[in-house]
T-cell receptor
Framework: QQQVKQSPQSLIVQKGGISIINCAYE??????FPWYQQFPGKGPALLIA?????SEKKEGRFTISFNKSAKQFSLHIMDSQPGDSATYFC???????????FGKGTRLSVIA | EAQVTQNPRYLITVTGKKLTVTCSQN?????MSWYRQDPGLGLRQIYY???????DKGDVPEGYKVSRKEKRNFPLILESPSPNQTSLYFC???????????????FGPGTRLTVL
């Protein structure tokens, strides 16, 4: 049973455009939603995270939008750059020493 | 520098030959885990450990063993590797929940394993 569903699997965006990656979760106990960025040959690294007490969190060009009632959250990358080309993973967990549950990832390619 | 290290980074082996992938972190983290990454399947957790001598199964534990004798080390053991364990493996660590609510999980650089 996949607890976090991520889409699309791959995404091609023009430089300067907006990249949008969506995730949906099933477990209502989840209350921490991070996004990880992975460059080829590297391990994933935390990009940005949100808790459900807010509907949006912005850090530079990266924004998480969160819809608690729909159990969905998304990553928006504004003014996408070729350097943003990477695989992005959404994840979710509940408080405590519970494992992070990851989506299957989205491979983003930003072309000039 | 705060980091998670893994060794080896690349390994080619044959079916049935026992191997160990080491993982070490220098951040005094309580929580450590192992993932495998396969195309189209994302990151799947193999085992995790909440502290020394405390380990638990993740989503895909079959064919793997772990141990946590020291806080900084969390080796992954394949007693009898098979070709379906060919994958990219990541070790990760984070502070335990008793240090705060949600803590960043740090990943190692990965170990690419090929089992022939």
């Amino acid at each position: 049973q996949q607890q976090v569903k991520q889409s699309p699997q791959s995404l091609i965006v023009q430089k300067g455009g907006i990249s949008i990656i969506n995730c949906a979760y099933e477990n209502t106990a989840f209350d921490y939603f991070p996004w990880y960025q992975q460059f080829p040959g590297k391990g994933p690294a935390l990009l940005i995270a949100i808790r459900p007490d807010v509907s949006e969190k912005k850090e530079g060009r990266f924004t998480i939008s969160f819809n608690k009632s729909a159990k969905q959250f998304s990553l928006h990358i504004m003014d996408s750059q070729p350097g943003d080309s990477a695989t992005y993973f959404c994840a979710a967990s509940s408080w405590g020493n519970t494992p992070l549950v990851f989506g299957k990832g989205t491979r983003l390619s930003v072309i000039a | 520098e705060a980091q998670v290290t893994q060794n080896p980074r690349y390994l080619i082996t044959v079916t049935g030959k026992k191997l160990t992938v080491t993982c070490s972190q220098n951040m005094n983290h309580e929580y450590m885990s192992w993932y495998r990454q396969d195309p189209g399947l994302g990151l799947r957790q193999i085992y995790y450990s909440m502290n020394v001598e405390v380990t638990d199964k993740g989503d895909v534990p079959e064919g793997y063993k772990v141990s946590r004798k020291e806080k900084r080390n969390f080796p992954l053991i394949l007693e009898s590797p098979s070709p379906n364990q060919t994958s990219l493996y990541f070790c990760a660590s984070r502070q335990g929940a008793n240090r705060g609510s949600y803590n960043e999980q740090f990943f190692g650089p990965g170990t690419r394993l090929t089992v022939l």
